[in-house]
């Protein structure tokens, strides 16, 4: 009788465990499920619509997140400004509203990040890092600044990055501290040398 209460005990035991494995499990493909729905979040066509003035709709939600959308060229393109961040988020979407791919952008200036791009039936068919060939980084260039003392929120403030004369680069412009110009360095964007530095006149206009 003993050996009989035993083995059920044992039987229900491992039923409670198979049935926590099993929720766990139920659980966890939920999340992977929201979290893909999250980030293959379709573009609300009704909604944009209902609001545009023409061929844009701008708004800002609750955290003071700023969202542009509008028409471009048969697709939809929406920017994403996050407050306190010094990139957007840029997403460009197919006709149907379905996600064509999204990468982080430094203000008109350059891409940054990991580009994703997907196929209209929500399948991820291209990656590309357009950080990875800088190895003097954002970081690197942020450290610059502050050194120099630069506005990154000035009217004349402009950092963008790509090649020079052949070579990966950081190109930063800021006003002078006396007000009579502007200076420009041209900084190597795998060692970080200062390739170039030099004054330019204000841009006439």
């Not at 891409?111 to 970081?139: C, H, N, R, S, W």
């Not at 963008?160 to 420009?184: A, Q």
């Not at 041209?186 to 530095?197: A, L, Y």
């Amino acid at each position: 009788m003993m050996k009989y209460k035993k083995n059920n005990m044992m039987i229900k035991t491992y039923l409670i465990i198979g049935s926590l494995i099993l929720t766990l499990m139920t659980s966890c493909k939920a999340k992977k499920n929201d979290l893909k729905q999250k980030t293959m979040k379709t573009f609300d066509i009704e909604t944009f619509n209902k609001n545009k003035i023409q061929t844009e709709y701008n708004f800002i939600t609750k955290d003071s997140t700023v969202i542009e959308q509008y028409e471009s060229s048969g697709e939809y393109r929406e920017i994403i400004k996050l407050k306190n961040s010094y990139f957007h988020t840029f997403k460009k979407y197919y006709s149907n509203g379905k996600l064509k791919s999204t990468v982080e952008r430094f203000p008109n200036n350059f891409l940054a990040g990991v580009m994703k791009e997907y196929d209209q039936q929500g399948t991820l068919i291209k990656e590309t890092d357009y950080d990875k060939p800088f190895k003097f980084t954002f970081d690197d260039i942020l450290k610059f600044i502050k050194k120099r003392g630069i506005d990154m929120k000035a009217h004349d403030f402009i950092l963008s990055r790509g090649k020079i004369n052949g070579k990966l680069s950081w190109d930063i412009t800021w006003e002078k501290e006396d007000k009579t110009g502007l200076r420009r360095a041209w900084i190597d964007g795998v060692t970080g040398k200062i390739t170039k530095e030099f004054d330019e006149n204000y841009p006439e206009g």
